[in-house]
């Protein structure tokens, strides 16, 4: 049986979890002292007002190779298989931590740990691809090479509404050098290459929702796509969003979704992006 698996940088709606039977490894946040699970009993809304109430920033706590490997244990029995999709090795440590817990299950079950050079609903939409085509009955080797194909067309893209967090969290290349004189303008934050760079310096807010559409229709095109419109505490945002990308893209389907705490800590409420890759092979 193929078990499919990924962390909680996944952005992805709730109930893809049960439906296509996605495993996710919690990644843990810590606010000075105070340890959070998201998803535990901890919304959105109770993280923006700690980070509020305290000024500290948050840090990603992530699990250990020991704790990785009692995941696998119960979610698997030996002899299956298990796909492991997760966050860019270029963004975070996890990608690390799963290589090495996979290496020491060698022997008790074959795991396919793939680095999807992205994260966020890039990722969500890799886990649903997978098991669509495992029901389908495709090969774990056709899965992986779709799997590579959504990793080589996609389109991950954001704009940021606050600079505060991510300038705390050092996670966007390219940005500290040159946050001090941007605090009045919305950066628009593209992947590359598995990194986020800031690709424009915008000064409103309203054009960098514009440049981001334009951004992803000039590079999808006609093609039939998957879009996901993913947002930091700022829905009515992202639905625009999604009435937009209806009209500008050739869309196969278009789903809106939270951005995980987890990679949110790093970007900052207000934040929203569209993540878009080719639904067809060619």
């Keep these: 049986m193929l078990r499919i698996v990924t962390d909680g940088a996944t952005d992805m709606p709730a109930s893809w979890v049960e439906e296509y039977g996605i495993n996710v490894i919690p990644l843990r946040i810590s606010v000075g002292e ?82 999807s050079n992205a994260g966020s609903a890039a990722v969500g939409f890799m886990c649903r691809e997978a098991r669509l085509m495992e029901r389908a009955g495709y090969s774990i080797q056709d899965i992986l090479k779709r799997m590579e194909h959504i990793r080589n067309n996609l389109v991950v893209i954001f704009t940021l509404d606050n600079l505060e967090f991510a300038k705390l969290s050092g996670r966007i290349n390219a940005l500290q050098s040159a946050l001090a004189s941007l605090l009045n303008v919305k950066p628009v934050i593209i992947l590359k290459e598995g990194l986020l760079e800031m690709a424009e310096r915008i000064r409103t807010r309203h054009r960098a929702l514009e440049h981001i559409l334009n951004e992803v229709r000039t590079r999808m095109g006609n093609t039939p796509v998957n879009v996901a419109i993913v947002h930091a505490a700022d829905l009515p945002t992202a639905q625009q969003l999604k009435e937009s990308i209806m009209q500008m893209l050739n869309v196969k389907e278009a789903i809106i979704t939270d951005l995980s705490i987890p990679v949110a800590s790093h970007l900052g409420p207000g934040t929203v992006g569209i993540v878009a890759y080719p639904a067809t092979e060619e």
């Design 34 to 115: 105070k340890l959070i699970t998201p998803g535990k009993g901890f919304s959105f809304e109770d993280f923006y007002r700690l980070i509020r109430e305290t000024r500290i920033f948050p840090k990603t706590s992530l699990p250990s190779p020991g704790e990785v490997v009692e995941f696998y244990r119960q979610i698997a029995q030996q002899g299956d298989t298990i796909l492991s999709l997760h966050l860019s090795s270029k963004l975070s440590g996890t990608y690390n931590t799963i290589r090495a817990a996979a290496d020491e299950l060698k022997n008790e079950f074959r795991i396919f740990v793939f680095d």
